[in-house]
Structures are given as structure tokens and as C-alpha cells.
């Protein structure tokens, strides 16, 4: 494994079950969950082993959820955890890559991640929306569709996934709006998604005032390796600049396609997907066809993948 890029899943990657193995097998493990759970005032090693799903898919849980599963697989794998030569992470799971590059130590990714997660729920109460996901649409295309179904409400790309998937966010009526034009543009698909809220669009805007003023109190350490944010979709190192990104973040899209097409481009031969699901690896194997691929979820799997590295 020459030169390997780390990537962290987001929110739609929870499962009930998920991390409860890890959990079991390390005190360390149990600490992160113990601290999120005295942050949320709630069990979170509870919800995530036992459910129910529709309480997990809460955002101020989800989020907390996903980013406690990706950090117990780096705290087992610890010294088997090779070498990275770039990491990154979708929307929540950039708080992951900051933790592998040293810019933030586990504990204070944690309690960022639960304030990020209850500002973002109190933003979808305050500013009720939807996404849905576009499929086989140019990018161009689908920001023209935007600003015409802006008439009906706010719409705005919010991740561009793939070459051939974004998904747009906004208010319902603008969804819906543009979901209708985009298939009479030539869209394949325009399917509706059931989620808490319009995240990564200006309905956000009170998440991101409020995370802004949590972080400047937080310290961001040098960068040991670069992270590819998601608003620039290219390598950074700078903290000051990754800490502006990251509340940038809340209000603009997702640019994940740049993002792996920025690994394709480095010559980046081996992607690991650190946490619950396979998301991320799914859509990496359409954009990164010569790059091997692994999804490192359950303790099994560390274990696997440590034999590997070993040899």
C-alpha cells in the first residue's frame, strides 16, 4: 500500500447494532462512548447496539453515532493504522479526517461533533426542509434547475457524489419543484429522501452562526497529514483555514466527487473507509476503478485488515 487515502462515512451510514463489538473489545472505546453520553444526556452506546432505528436516525444521535463508531476503529487499529497520505471525510465524517491528521485529539472531535449535531436538529425544527438525490444530470445542469425551481422555494445542490449523483436540498416546495424539473431536463432519477432536514443549504444558517462561535474557542492542531475539506474538494493544512471550511461546510455543498477524483489524480492507490456501511466504498468503486478498496466497520474486519498489513 504505496500511498493510501482514509475516508470517513456521514450521516444515512447508521445501522442499529453498529460498533457495539468494538465497544466490548477496548476501555478506551468505552470512554468516547461514556463522554458522548454525559455531553448528549443520553445513552448513545445504548441506541447504537440496541435502537430503535427511527430514534437513531435522529440527527442530534446519527451524528454522534457514526463519528464514535469511525474513532473506535482507530483507537483498536492504532499502531496496525498505516500510514495515510491524505485523509477526508463526508460532511460529519470531516471531523473523523481531523482527528487522523492530528488537528483534533479524539475527545474534542467528539463534543464538537454533539454540538454540531444538536444545532443542525434545532436548525431543521426552526427552517423545515427535504433533499432528494438527482440522478444521471450534469453538475451544470442541475444548478440551472436549481435557480429555476427557486420561484417555488429554496433549492440548492448540496452533495455532488458522483459523476453521476447530487443531491439537492431546500424547502420541500423547492425540492419538489426541482425534483419535476430535472426529469424533464433529462434527469434518470429524482427520487425524494427521507431525512431530518435540508442540510448543506442556506436553511442552515443558524448551525452555522452557532458552530461558528463553538469552534473559535476550540485550538486546531497542525495538520501531520493534508485533509481535503468538503467545500474545496483539495488538500489543506492549514488549521486556520480547515476550521473556516468546517463552518463553511454547513451551508455549501458537499463536493465528494471532487474529492475523489483529487485521489485518482494523486495517484492514490489504496482507500480506506473508516466506519459504519459501505457508502463511501460504493461510490468510490465507480470513480476509482484502479484504487483497492476497503470498508473497515466491525472488529472482524480490524482484524482482518491488520493480517493484511502484517503480511
Known sequence: MNKAAVIFPGQASQYVGMGKDLYEASADVRKLYELASDEIGE???????EGPSEKLTETRFTQPAILLHSLAVLR?????????AVTAGHSLGEYGSLVLAGILDFETAVRAVVKRSALMEAACRENPGTMAAIMGLAEDKIAEVCRMAQAAGVV???NFNSSIQTVISGSRSGVEEACRLS???????????????????????PARTGMAEYLENIEFG????????????????????LKELLVEQLTSPVRWYD???YFRDEAIDA????????VL???????????RLHNIDTLEDIEKFSAVIAG
Do not use: D, W, Y
Open 43 to 49: 445513552n448513545i452506546a445504548r441506541l447504537s447496539f
Open 76 to 84: 483498536i487499529l492504532g499502531e496496525n493504522m498505516p500510514p495515510a
Open 156 to 158: 440548492v445542490p448540496a
Open 183 to 205: 426529469k424533464e431536463v433529462g434527469a434518470k432519477k429524482a427520487v425524494m429522501l427521507n431525512v431530518g432536514g435540508a442540510f448543506h443549504s442556506p436553511l442552515m444558517e
Open 222 to 241: 497542525s495538520a501531520e497529514i493534508p485533509v481535503v475539506p468538503n467545500v474545496t474538494g483539495t488538500a489543506e493544512k492549514s488549521p486556520s483555514r
Open 259 to 261: 474529492t475523489t477524483c
Open 271 to 278: 482507500c480506506l473507509e473508516i466506519g459504519p456501511g459501505k
Open 281 to 291: 466504498t460504493g461510490l468510490a468503486k465507480r470513480e476509482l476503478r484502479q484504487t
